[in-house]
């Protein structure tokens, strides 16, 4: 059987992390099968899905390259792709069932089941359906239907001892059948309940492997039995380990960002996201830890899936991602940083393209994340300069700073070739007629020019902000610090 994956996602909500992962699995495990990625769109929760929600969900996946080769908007043999779509395919077999008897209509309310549920529970028994209705008779079945109550349909479970799978990452596992009840499969809505809809669309899609997240392993006897209820192959199953935080608690928006457009927003590129998901349970030596997606489509194997929990350490995907960055081209580098800055509201496009490519070399390897160029950069970004508190308090308490600061502004605005090279004579030919260490006058420029302790190299920060803006700010600074200075006194 050729390999056919599916990812189905909620349009609940923005794609979370481990969903990415999830599909980013299931496309790495097709692609090196040579088989078929198919998007599902499980919306039957009506109330939540939205519109909005779809197309996050589509952006995120097309940001991080997982292509899907069927899917509501690629087409496809086997679709509709949506499940709102397919209500008249899930009455279908359920009336399939019904007429086998393997499915009874249940007319208790969810009052009635609730109530029950808290007996049991006081009782100290596992709460579960009782099955009253399954013993009904055709005369009480009609009294409820003349009533018109509404009925939902439940599947007859017939006790098999238990039901046991080869589960890819987990091995065997066994569920006991007495530890299940007679399930909802549609709802008194018309409805299908989530195990009953994947069943069937995993069937009809010809779905060869399932790989989803642990959280679904109560499921899994539930959709084994009822493909067995049809008569059909159950797909292979792998049941990839939980994403944890920090803390080891299960990763939620307490530990910060959780949906991939957040990352993106965060200035991470789709390259280091997508190698830092694929080790999220992955391992290909325990040793290499950078990957392409295309390295990832020759090399991943689900086989090679750990059971235990992963850790999501966001120090680990920033030093990632700046390794990433590190491998762009430099006209990729500076498309990227100006297409994020575009999309923070700052647009670069009237400077000359050599200078924004010029402040992005400047940054080098402080570039980890495309908002640093952002945070780095702001300094020849900004007309207004922001500058950093402590920073300044530090240069405020050093003796001298304004003056010194006043004296090089001259030297800048004298120096016709205005070079990186003269520059930096310049300013190293000021410290030493000052008697002062060149880093000392440096350092008190980097904060006078940038607002920072911590920036690109003070020469290129300079040639950045031209001549008439780096004179003004170092007399800017020298005419603050003489008037905190003097305030002081007073």
């Known amino acids: 059987m050729s390999v056919r994956v599916r990812f189905a996602p909620s349009p609940t909500g923005y794609l979370h992390v481990g969903g990415a992962r999830t599909a980013l699995y299931n496309y790495l495990h097709a692609r090196r099968a040579g088989g078929v990625f198919v998007l599902r769109i499980e919306d039957t929760d009506a109330e939540r899905s939205t519109p909005e929600s779809l197309a996050a969900i589509y952006d995120s996946m097309r940001w991080l390259g997982l292509a899907w080769d069927e899917g509501p908007d690629a087409g496809g043999a086997h679709g509709p792709y949506i499940q709102s779509e397919r209500r008249a ?14 499915a009874y209509p249940c007319y208790c309310t969810p009052a009635e089941l609730e109530a029950r549920r808290e007996q049991q529970l006081a009782r100290g028994e596992p709460p579960r359906y009782d099955g009253r209705c399954r013993a009904l008779d055709a005369a009480a079945r009609a009294a409820h239907e003349a009533a018109g109550r509404p009925a939902a349909l439940r599947f007859a479970l017939e006790d098999s001892g238990e039901v046991a799978w080869d589960d890819a990452v987990r091995g065997r596992v066994a569920f006991r059948s007495d530890v299940l009840d007679d399930f909802v499969i549609l709802r008194s809505d018309g409805l299908p309940t989530y195990n009953f809809a994947c069943v069937v669309d995993d069937h009809e899609m010809e779905i060869s492997d399932v790989i989803r997240g642990d959280d679904h392993i109560s499921n899994t006897p539930r959709q084994i039995l009822l493909d067995r209820a049809f008569g059909w192959t159950p797909p292979r199953f792998a049941h990839v380990p939980m994403i944890l935080g920090s803390d080891g608690t299960r990763l939620s928006k307490r530990h910060g960002a959780t949906s991939v457009s957040s990352y993106r927003d965060m200035g991470i590129l789709p390259e280091a996201l997508v190698n830092f998901l694929a080790l999220l349970g992955w391992s290909l030596d325990g040793q290499r830890e950078l990957f392409s997606l295309a390295e990832l489509e020759q090399l991943f194997s689900i086989d090679r899936v750990g059971s235990n929990p992963a850790i999501f350490n966001i120090e680990k995907l920033e030093w990632m991602n700046g390794q990433h960055m590190k491998r762009l081209a430099e006209d990729d580098r500076l498309a990227r940083v100006e297409a994020f800055l575009a999309a923070h509201g700052r647009d670069v496009s009237a400077h000359p393209r050599e200078w924004r490519a010029a402040l992005v070399r400047a940054i080098g390897d402080r570039l980890k994340t495309l908002a640093d160029a952002e945070r780095y950069g702001a300094f020849a970004l900004d007309d207004a300069l922001a500058v950093d508190p402590i920073a300044w308090s530090e240069l405020l308490e050093k003796p001298d700073v304004g003056p010194r ?38 350092s008190a420029a980097r904060v006078a020019l940038t607002g920072r302790k911590v920036a690109p190299g003070l020469f290129e920060v300079m040639t950045l902000l031209g001549r008439e803006k780096a004179v003004r700010r170092l007399r800017d600074a020298a005419s603050r610090w003489a008037e905190e200075r003097q305030a002081r006194t007073v």
């Open 405 to 442: 600061l006043a004296s090089l502004a001259d030297r800048v605005a004298a120096d016709s070739e205005f070079s990186l090279a003269s520059l930096e004579q310049v300013t190293r030919g000021l410290a030493a007629e000052l008697g002062i260490k060149a880093g000392d006058l440096m």
């Open 89 to 102: 395919r899930y009455r279908a077999h359920a009336g399939t069932l019904l007429a086998a008897r393997r």
